[in-house]
């Protein structure tokens, strides 16, 4: 087991009100580590809506969901902080009002404080409701691609008409043996270039391209052997195969989250006014994820929920100091940490 | 406002009121109607809200736009019925509309 990492707060969630939380800790004197289980920074802001305009954020007429999460990293960057992405939080146990957390590639940390700042969850790949491809994943059927080398000369089936659906099938047709590529409709929602390529296999008999279908089932027995596609009027059609991608996106889950005892209401987490401190001492919940009476899901209310937390969670890292209020513009301590001064 | 009838897959109906202006996801959110997620809030972001329209209202509403189309990528037993019920907008027009829950939302 890897060594324990030692921090003042362990902020869940590298979306803006996680950002954010991290500039409110520093200029406390706190440092912090952020886990987040998507492969970049940013959350949803850079997952679901990089590009599209955002009007809400005060000061800022208009900005990207991008510029948005490349604002906020250009403000937290004097502060150095550690990001632990592609890595999701399984476990947190307390010890004598230590936090200790473990993600799921078995790092530990043990920190006083905890900010979920988990926006709707963790996203997770779209699984299609369907008992066989549970039982066949794994075993033939993936989500995502960890090596693409494991493909090579396999027979494979992708399902989807979006970016990775398509940017695979054309990578894969390098070394598969065969790839059919099924979707529910002509149209895709991916780059044109990428449909145009793919396209173009299909016509050079690379690719089978079936539209008008969607995954019915998936048969095998150790491994899954065949995938049962339907049509729109309801036929049905079975494809051989040794590999299934299924690429429908990603949802969001609260995930382990649920098993923590925590207070939840539907899928948010009830939090006090006050410091937004859940339940549970020392485990904060900010944006999307937290819930009291009057909750918007806005980003400008994580921002407030972020620093009233972090006043809290001084008090907890650093029991024996006094936090004095201070001011960005006049203090020079905060000047020194923001390295201006 | 108008009458809509939310059937839920095990045939149970629930009849409600909705406000114009209101979504037919937020009319079934608001009433507690189970079989309507909509994780996102309604920002066509997420295809748990997937409905099926009774065959006679698909030509009456209005049309999909290109992002609830996209968007129903991500739904499960897509067929030409469904739609996503936060881009449908309650109108005096939809007085009766029924729509279906579909077996389980992505």
């Known amino acids: ?341 | 406002m108008a009458k809509i009838k939310y059937i839920e897959l095990d045939g149970k109906e629930h009849e409600i009121e909705v406000s114009n202006g209101l979504t037919v996801m937020e009319g079934a959110i608001k009433n507690k109607i189970p079989g309507i997620d909509a994780d996102c809030g309604g920002a066509c972001a997420c295809a748990t809200c997937h409905v099926y329209v009774a065959d006679e209202w698909i030509n009456k509403l209005p049309k999909k736009d290109d992002s609830e189309e996209d968007m129903l990528d991500f739904a499960f037993e897509v067929k030409e019925s469904s739609r996503l019920s936060c881009q449908i907008t309650v109108s005096d027009e939809l007085d009766g509309l029924i729509v279906k829950m579909p077996e389980k939302q992505f």
Not at chain 1, 32 to 57: M, R, T, W
Not at chain 1, 151 to 163: C, T
Request: hydrophobic residues 35%.
């Open chain 1, 1 to 341: 087991m890897s060594e324990t990492i030692k921090t003042d707060c362990l902020i869940i969630g590298g979306g803006p009100v996680g950002l954010f939380a991290v500039f409110e800790l520093g200029i406390l004197g706190l440092d912090s580590h952020v886990v987040d289980n998507l492969d970049k920074i940013g959350g949803q802001c850079a997952e679901l809506y990089p590009d599209k305009p955002i009007y809400d954020i005060p000061a800022l007429p208009e900005c990207t969901g991008l510029s948005l999460i490349e604002n906020l990293q250009k403000q937290i960057k004097p502060f150095n902080t550690p990001f632990h992405l592609n890595e999701r939080i399984n476990e947190i146990s307390n010890h004598e009002n230590v936090w200790k957390l473990k993600t799921s590639s078995n790092k530990v940390f043990e920190t006083p404080n905890i900010f979920i700042a988990g926006g709707v969850g963790s996203f997770e790949p779209r699984k299609p409701p369907i008992e066989n491809v549970s039982k066949y994943e794994n075993k033939g059927i993936q989500y995502s691609i960890p090596d693409k080398n494991y493909y090579s000369n396999k027979k494979i089936i992708i399902f989807g008409g979006g970016d990775s659906a398509l940017d695979w099938t054309v990578e894969l047709s390098k070394i598969a043996s065969h790839i059919t590529l099924v979707h529910r409709r002509d149209e895709f929602k991916a780059a044109n270039h990428t449909v145009s390529l793919m396209k173009k296999l299909v016509k050079e008999g690379k690719v089978d391209l079936i539209t008008k279908n969607q995954i019915s089932d998936v048969q095998g027995s150790d491994r899954v052997e065949r995938a049962i596609i339907k049509d729109n009027d309801g036929n049905e059609k079975s494809l051989d195969c040794d590999e299934i991608l299924i690429f429908y996106g990603l949802k969001m889950e609260l995930g382990p989250i649920n098993d923590w005892g925590l207070n939840l209401n539907a899928k948010q987490i009830e939090v006090n006014t006050e410091n937004f401190e859940t339940n549970l001492a020392g485990v904060f919940a900010m944006g999307d994820i937290s819930y009291y009476p009057g909750k918007l899901k806005l980003i400008l209310s994580g921002f407030h929920e972020a620093a009233l937390a972090a006043q809290k969670a001084f008090v907890r890292a650093r029991p024996d100091e006094t936090l004095t209020f201070r001011y960005t513009t006049s203090s020079s301590d905060i000047q020194k940490k923001l390295g201006v001064k």
